[in-house]
């Protein structure tokens, strides 16, 4: 996280990068149970002998909205929210782009760059930041997305 990022000085990092998450795997296990969750049971997802079959991917690959809702944590655990915040809501995603799959067992980070920072009052901040979900060896990111946060001091 960058020094000196506050509730009163995030308008100072607009432009900046709040930095990178360390890779974290997406398993199997995580995939099944968000296939579970939201219904979604299509083949790719989980039938992992089908897959090596038949798939261009030859293995299982993460449900895009599986590899979005990643973000919110790794967000989070870049520091999005300063310490001396009292909460934040998430206020929207935009300009959401699935580009490449994230294969089950592969590991991803998030990059973010704060790109916009509004005062809302003197209580609250709407930030927007740019998000990469990269996946290690590879070229392409799994997604970039615009994650709108509201902070309240």
Same mark, same amino acid.
């Given at each position: $996280?960058?020094?000196?990022?506050? /509730?009163?000085? !995030? %308008?100072? /990092? =607009?432009?900046?990068?709040?930095? =990178? ?5 997406? @398993? *199997?296990?995580?995939?099944?149970? &968000? ?6 049971? *299509?083949?790719?997802? =989980? ?9 261009? &991917? ?6 895009? &909205?599986? @590899?979005?809702?990643?973000? #919110?944590?790794?967000? $989070? ?18 300009? =959401?782009? &699935?580009? #490449?799959?994230?294969?089950?067992? +592969?590991?991803?980070? %998030?990059? !973010? ?11 609250? $901040?709407? !930030?927007? +930041? ?11 990111? +799994? ?6 946060? $509201?902070?309240?001091?």
């Amino acid at each position: $996280m960058l020094e000196g990022y506050r /509730f009163d000085t !995030v %308008a100072e /990092f =607009v432009g900046k990068e709040l930095g =990178v998450t360390p890779w974290q795997a997406v @398993t *199997q296990t995580q995939i099944d149970q &968000f296939a579970d969750c939201t219904g979604d049971h *299509q083949w790719i997802h =989980v039938d992992p002998e089908r897959c090596a079959r038949e798939s261009p &991917f030859k293995a299982p690959v993460a449900h895009g &909205f599986l @590899t979005l809702s990643l973000l #919110a944590k790794l967000l $989070m655990d870049l520091g999005i929210v300063p310490k001396d915040a009292s909460r934040a809501i998430n206020a929207g995603v935009d300009a =959401v782009r &699935f580009k #490449a799959p994230v294969r089950a067992g +592969a590991r991803v980070r %998030a990059r !973010v760059t704060i790109e916009r920072a509004e005062p809302k009052g003197d209580a609250r $901040m709407l !930030v927007v +930041a740019a998000a990469a979900l990269e996946v290690e060896d590879e070229q392409d990111p +799994a997604l970039t997305a615009k994650v709108t946060v $509201m902070l309240f001091r």
